[in-house]
């Protein structure tokens, strides 16, 4: 029979009509990379090899999907990626492990672990790396954002939001985010450890303060600069390349900016996505309002060049000067 071969989504009809038409029982693997991460490369490779130890079968019982994380942000954030390569293991719309990084083994180990050994010869020329026994499930693992949290706790150290492009002394919004010591960035009552980050229930009446306390946080967020990106990592260290890109229109459009790194804070990018009704990151703020992601950036910039004048600093006669993070004199204090 016919080996398996890891299937590329194009977009979320593909997507949803491709998982449809799956039995119940079938192991989904989908495969989340990004054209930019290299170790990608290496991850695509191995999945193909991998996949092509399982035979096809009728119906099928294994599926490997190939999804550009940044092309079908939907997708991405349905399944919680933040770095790439990211793989879900799926049955019955049920996710049963995840494994985030380039760790081929780890990943043949969860596959075999859910749809068994493949009984295929697998790809010519490729070999796959050794068997290694799971000990515990990816969701006990370490998450991700713990393993970014100390490399954003040097860049964010005190709540400061500056880079050194610039000397000047960025907007202290520490009072609205968790200590750069805090070994958990997010709250107990986050979205990971209650049925809902909102519900409110009888037997937890302090849920509905919780959210009025949390919307009060995030309207001071929003307006704690005239300008304000929350992204997936620091300007100077991005975590998608959405977020990239629009650190660079920022820059080149001499914008100064206040920003805030939601992948060190679940509670913020939870609750955003409710309190500004866009479910998606990155997203830019001006003036307390949200303007939206980067493909809504980009057509307002289109129908109007002069789209950011007025945020834009740095030459006395209003040119474009040097984009980055906000100094103290560029931001508005929150209330």
Not at 317 to 324: A, C, V, Y
Request: include cysteine.
């Amino acid at each position: 029979m016919a080996p398996t071969q890891v299937t590329g989504i194009e977009s979320i009809d593909d997507f949803t009509s491709h998982t449809s038409s799956l039995p119940s029982s079938a192991l989904q693997v989908l495969y989340f990379h990004a054209p930019w991460a290299a170790p990608c490369a290496q991850m695509s490779t191995v999945l193909s090899a991998l996949a092509s130890t399982y035979e096809v079968s009728s119906p099928p019982s294994i599926s490997f999907l190939a999804i550009n994380a940044e092309e079908l942000p939907d997708i991405s954030e349905d399944h919680d990626v933040t770095a790439v390569p990211f793989v879900v293991l799926k049955r019955g719309g049920k996710v049963l492990e995840t494994v985030s990084g380039s760790d081929a083994t780890k990943v043949r180990a969860a596959v075999e672990k859910h749809a068994g050994q493949g009984t295929g010869d697998g790809k010519p020329g490729v070999t796959l790396p050794a068997a290694q026994t799971v000990t515990r499930p990816a969701q006990q693992a370490e998450p991700v954002d713990a393993k970014l949290q100390a490399r954003d706790d040097k860049a964010t150290a005190d709540g400061a939001l500056s880079e050194n492009s610039d000397k000047s002394t960025a907007k202290d919004l520490s009072k609205y985010a968790p200590g750069a010591g805090a070994k958990q960035t997010a709250p107990e009552y986050s979205s990971t450890t209650k049925p809902g980050l909102f519900q409110e229930t009888e037997n937890d009446p302090s849920a509905g303060t919780a959210k009025e306390d949390l919307n009060a946080r995030l309207e001071s967020l929003v307006s704690a600069a005239p300008c304000m990106l929350f992204m997936k990592g620091t300007p100077s260290a991005p975590q998608c390349g959405f977020s990239r890109q629009l650190v660079s229109i920022l820059r080149e459009q001499g914008v100064r900016y206040g920003f805030f790194n939601i992948l060190a804070d679940d509670e913020v990018r939870q609750g955003l996505k409710e309190y500004a009704e866009w479910p998606t990151f990155p997203q830019l703020w001006l003036g307390g309002e949200l303007v939206g992601g980067l493909d809504i950036v980009k057509e307002e910039m289109e129908g109007n060049a002069d789209f950011f004048k007025q945020y834009s600093v740095g030459k006395a006669d209003g040119g474009i000067g040097k984009g980055g993070p906000a100094g103290t004199e560029a931001q508005k204090s929150p209330a």
